[in-house]
C-alpha cells in the first residue's frame, strides 16, 4: 500500500513565477460611479487616523471594482479592500400608517498602507 511505504515522493521542481502585469483601466466611465460617497460617522472617522477609509458602493460592485476606483481617483493603490452589507431596518413612520423600511446599503473598507492618506 503507497500509504505505508518507506519510499518518499519528491514534489516536482516549481517553476519561476511570471512577472506581474500592469492591468489596463476600463475606459467606459464605470468606475468613477462605483464610489458614491465617503461614508461619514464617528467610527468611520476614527479609522481614517489607523489608515481605513469608508465609502458608500452600489450594491452591484465588487471588491476589485472598488479597489480600481480608488486608485484611479485618489490615485493611492489600496493594500485590502473589505466590503460590507448593511441590512434594511424597520423604521417607525410617526403617522397612522404604522412602520416602513429604510433602505439596505453596501459600504466598503478601503485600508490603505502607511503612510497614504486620501484628502476628501
Known sequence: ???????????????????????????????????????????????????????????????QDVAEAVQLIYKVTPKKVTVVNLPAKKVSLRTRRGTGSRARRHKAYVHLKAGDSIQF
Not at 464605470?30 to 481605513?52: C, F, H, M, Q, V
Open 1 to 63: 500500500m503507497a500509504l505505508f511505504s518507506r519510499t518518499t515522493k519528491k514534489a516536482p521542481a516549481k517553476s519561476a513565477k511570471k512577472p506581474a502585469v500592469a492591468k489596463a483601466m476600463p475606459e467606459d466611465g464605470r468606475l468613477e460611479n462605483i464610489l458614491k460617497a465617503p461614508w461619514l460617522s464617528e467610527k468611520a472617522l476614527i479609522g481614517t487616523e489607523r489608515g481605513i477609509y469608508v465609502f458608500e458602493i452600489p450594491q452591484r460592485a465588487t471588491k
